[in-house]
């Protein structure tokens, strides 16, 4: 099973990003998505998910209005649109991917916001 971010990068206050997270060795279709993102010394905080039947999205109330979540399941793939980026964005933005009782993460993509 992996799960493989990418994306993250360094952009300033009020840019956008676009993370992708591509799964193989499960059945990625059915399966929850999300991204969580860590700051260094602080709890994870859940930022968007997607159902994997029903494709609907949630999102953190930090994010909402601002970031947009989505899924191709042609291409194991998982997105998060990222715009009007705050430094407070800034953080270690981890792939989830969940089935009960299967529960994998990727290793992580630093997204740095700042001027």
């Known amino acids: 099973v992996q799960l493989v971010e990418s994306g993250g990068d360094l952009v300033q206050p009020g840019g956008s990003l676009r993370l992708s997270c591509v799964g193989s060795?499960?059945?990625?279709?059915?399966?929850?998505m999300r991204w969580v993102r860590q700051v260094t010394g602080k709890e994870r905080e859940v930022v968007a998910s997607?159902?994997?039947?029903?494709?609907?999205?949630v999102y953190g109330d930090s994010v909402e209005g601002r970031f947009t979540i989505s899924r191709d399941d042609a291409k194991n793939t998982v997105y998060l649109e990222m715009d009007s980026l705050k430094p407070e964005d800034t953080a270690v933005y981890y792939c989830?991917?969940?089935?009960?009782?299967?529960?994998?993460w990727g290793k992580g993509t630093l997204v740095t916001v700042s001027s």
């Open positions: 989830n991917a969940q089935a009960w009782p299967l529960d994998y």
């Open positions: 997607i159902g994997g039947i029903t494709g609907i999205a």
């Open positions: 060795g499960f059945a990625f279709s059915r399966f929850k």
